[in-house]
């Protein structure tokens, strides 16, 4: 893992963002209590309209302190004397020292950062199950069922968007019995756009947005949601860039292990932007600087001769250890769940538009042909990210429990091998830790076929 720190290190922004991640629960306290915000709590990646109306989004599990965030605390605090870039060739000069302790001190900062919240994630989905939830759930649905036990109560509302998925809708219906509390503000999304559609997808936004405004005592103007929507777009752009100009190229910036590693962390945090739209922005892009100045330089790894492994999907819970054991057999692992879906798209934002119908036809989109309503529309996305990313192998993450997504694989298999002539295989996952060797096993015989 030595080197996987090494590499990490020298990205500000990647330390920015772990900060921003696991330092939530002391940040969130501060918005409720001193500055009297409104949490809201989503479960995927569906923060624009808390943000648009003031409220503060966030991912349940972000509301847990975490065992390192004090480390972290003390790297903030140096942030807001020295600033973060500062902190990072602070960091970069200490661990050039050779000083054992030191070192392995850093190490561990970068080590942890993934392996806390593996840790968290797994601690929820035991608090689900002793909570007695539904064995149907996949790993995500437990582990969000067990971030609602533990901290749910703390929310003032949950945003509830309906997707394809029946358990994940049971799910957000079982919400209101676990906290009474929080408020539940629904959007029902049709599955899909035929007839009025949209126009019911709008009236139900607007609708949303009401409920928005009586929670946050502020209204809600056109021009805030366009200013949302254009600060959401940023970070769109720039999490594409990753994807498709840097993961998808010969040269990166870093080993493919840590990529693979960054590529998780935004995975998790563009959930709710790490609470915080203008920041996790602003990170972004200077990851994507950053990013571009290593290559820039030469600093980095030639990976050319590495075959692109496409891992998919990993929202729902995945092995972690997958990237680390691919990087080991010669592999790099891309993942790029939230392009596939579709909730990478711009949302226009020109003034003659309105911004409600335009959020509501971003939604219908990734419902529709991203997410689809049916296993070929979405077999059909994970083959057009496949393509765009010159995949050279397809991993399929089967989880245990989802009756969903997960059962579009041998429809998927056959595509692949249609359409992209790659080597394809699926993994099964039930929870984090439990199978690492099965995974290596499986792992090992897959990339036998690109040597
Ligand atoms: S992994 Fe499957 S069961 Fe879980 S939320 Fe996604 S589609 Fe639903």
Known sequence: MSLIADEIITFSSVL??????????????????????????????????????????????????????????????????????????????????????????VDD???????????KYNKMYDIAIENGTSSDFCYGLKGLTGMH??????????????????????????????????????????????????????????????????????????????????????VKKSYKTIIYDISASDFYPCNPATFSEIMSLLNITFNDYNSNSIRYRDNLISLVDEMRERIRKGIGMDVSKMPRIFVTPIFGGWEPKTHDIIYELGGRAIY????????????????????????????????????????????????????????????????????SISNCYTMLREKVRRELEIPTTAITFNKIGENVEQVKTRLGAFMEMFK
């Open 109 to 119: 900062i970068i080590e942890d950062v993934i392996d806390t919240i593996n840790k």
């Open 16 to 105: 920015k963002i772990s900060y921003n991640l696991l330092a939530g629960h002391n940040y969130l306290k501060r918005k409720k209590f001193r500055e009297k915000k409104k949490l809201v709590g989503v479960s995927l990646p569906f923060s624009d309209l808390a943000f648009a109306a003031g409220a503060v989004p966030v991912f349940p599990i972000r509301m847990h302190s975490f065992k390192i965030s004090n480390y972290l605390t003390y790297l903030g605090s140096a942030s807001s004397f020295f600033g973060w870039n500062n902190v990072s060739n602070i960091l970069n000069f200490v661990k050039n020292l050779g000083i054992s302790e030191i070192s392995e001190i």
């Open 149 to 234: 036990f533990s901290k749910g109560r703390n929310l003032d509302a949950c945003l509830n968007l309906t997707i394809r998925c029946s358990a994940f809708n049971k799910y957000m219906e079982s919400l209101n019995s676990i906290n009474k509390d929080p408020k539940q503000i629904w959007i029902d999304i049709p599955p899909r756009n035929i007839g009025n559609a949209l126009e019911i997808l709008t009236d139900n936004i607007s609708n949303a947005i009401r409920e928005f405004e009586n929670l946050t005592g502020n209204t809600i103007t056109d021009n805030q949601l366009r200013e949302h929507f254009k600060i959401s777009n940023q």
């Open 336 to 403: 790029a769940d939230w392009e596939i879906l579709k909730l990478l798209e711009e949302i226009p934002v020109a003034n003659h538009l309105n911004p409600v119908e335009e959020y509501a036809r971003f939604l219908l989109n990734a419902t529709e042909s991203g997410i689809g309503c049916d296993n070929d529309t979405l077999t059909d996305s994970y083959l057009r990210v496949a393509k765009k990313l010159n995949a050279d192998g397809l991993i399929f993450i089967q989880l245990f429990g989802c009756h």
